[in-house]
């Protein structure tokens, strides 16, 4: 047994790879900006979906963050580095320019620190992507003249009993971004798995923003 | 199992022959890769798991941890616990003969450190024809020989299970070891370390030893829970002796393990904790120190354990992640501070099943 023969593979066998499951939509788009090989930090992982794509189909070192407990066995479980934390109590942990690539799924909206989540993103990676589902979706605003909160697939939850507490819609999110001299270098606004490109700030249901720090 | 070739210790100083005791669970398959090394901690021994047949009642200090059905199953691996020179069950220790003198070596049983464990465990490895482990795993001191192990011999584990510990004593853990070694040094039984001869055994300070570390052991809400303010007397007695439960706790404790344990080696044991401290040889740096790894790990912190706190394991983490190592890190909320890693937790018992079970399938690859 060699040294070189201990190391985990980084990359799954082919038999596996053949059964990855389906991604969800903003984690494609996500997948796509993150280059072979790349160092990856994902933020709030979940259940390592992301993660465990990222290893298999792009040799990615990959480095989960995740607070709930059922989540980490999970990772465990698809043989991932994860490590259990509260991202509000902030990266500390991850030295500056640490990874190529800081990705934040679905969990911006749920963050009480939003501003210092996406500022610690942009320090210890080259990049940051996050996903968030636009609040301004006609749908929602259809809701909002009917006099109720909106509830929809990409925001599940009434609003006495939801994560959420920073929604925002697109343009929202650019302007902080400005705010915090981050350069938007990528934006996909997706319904159904596909770009919009006509009024996307009404019709996306997702939007996924690539940025770095200026 | 003796050992004749002399074995060279981290002082200088070195073990002409030696004898190390150890017990196995489990066989080892035919590529012999499924082998796991269980260390201990400060007064736990080789007697990890299931029961020994001339003492029913002796069961061992990780059963619920490793055994067949356990998240180390012994069906699928060899596992192995082994009793660390200089205690006192079995291996050669401060009690045992010194066979340049014919007496106990007492006093002049030389000092040890985790790094000279390692190297005696990596001996009877050798012997037991295990080039290396699947995993090497322990908790609080014993985590801390498996954090040794993949920095000694990278090439020779496979992956590390450390369990509530630390990357080196802090002061305040220094402290208390500090206080229980003077309660046993001043004990006029002591004698020096000296005192197997005089046929007496410093019980007094051992077992007030084993009462200060104890409460490092509990947190504060589990002896809230435990005992609270519950008196044993109907009322106040306005005296000095044990009136509340929490104190006929302690001296219970106190007074079962003046027993069974040595004095010397809880001297010997307390003070390999305090020199524990890899990054010390690179100026502090721990992730230099760990640079050597090649193992995958897994460290679990419980949020309670305030002797070696979460934030403790975190350097770790940091570390190794700086250094690209694979690594798993939970964080378990249970109320039982550092004794933690011996209670039944099903989170805690269950992310542990699933990392083995991951151990296994690698090596089934």
Redesign the interface.
Known sequence: ?T?LA???PVTAPAAQRAVMPTLRDDLRQIAAWIADGAHVLDLGCGDGVLMAYLRDSRSA?V?GVEIA?DS??Q???R???????DLESGLR???DR?FDTVVLSQTLQAMRQTEAVLREMARVGRQGIVSFPNFGHWRHLVALLGGRMPVSPQMPYQWYDTPNVHLCTPRDFEILAGRLGLVITGRALLANGRPVNVLPGLRSKLAVYRFEPK | MRFEEPLELASGARIADYELRYETYGSLNASR?NAVLICHALNASHHVAGRTADDPNGIGWWDNMVGPGRPVDTRRFFVIGVNNLGSCFGSTGPMSINPATGRPYGASFPVVTVEDWVNAQARLADCLGI??FAAVMGGSLGAMQALSWTIQY??RI?HCVAIATTPRLSAQNIAFNDVARTAIRSDPDFHGGDYYAKGVVPRRGLRVARMIGHITYLSDDDMAEKFGRLLRTPDYEFGYEVEFEVESYLRHQGDKFSEYFDANTYLLITRALDYFDPARAYGGDLVQALAPA?A?F?LVSFTTDWRFSPARA?EI??AL??N?R????????APHGHDAFLQDDE?YH??VA??F??IAA?LAR
């Open positions: 047994m040294a201990q190391r985990a070192r480095y407990d980490i066995l990772c465990v479980r043989g991932l580095s994860v490590i259990q934390a942990m991850f030295p640490m | 890769d080039g290396r990278p090439e496979g090649q995958h897994l975190r983490v940091e992640v700086m690209g694979q690594v798993v890190y939970a964080e378990i909320d989170r269950r992310l699933a990392y079970d991951n690698g």
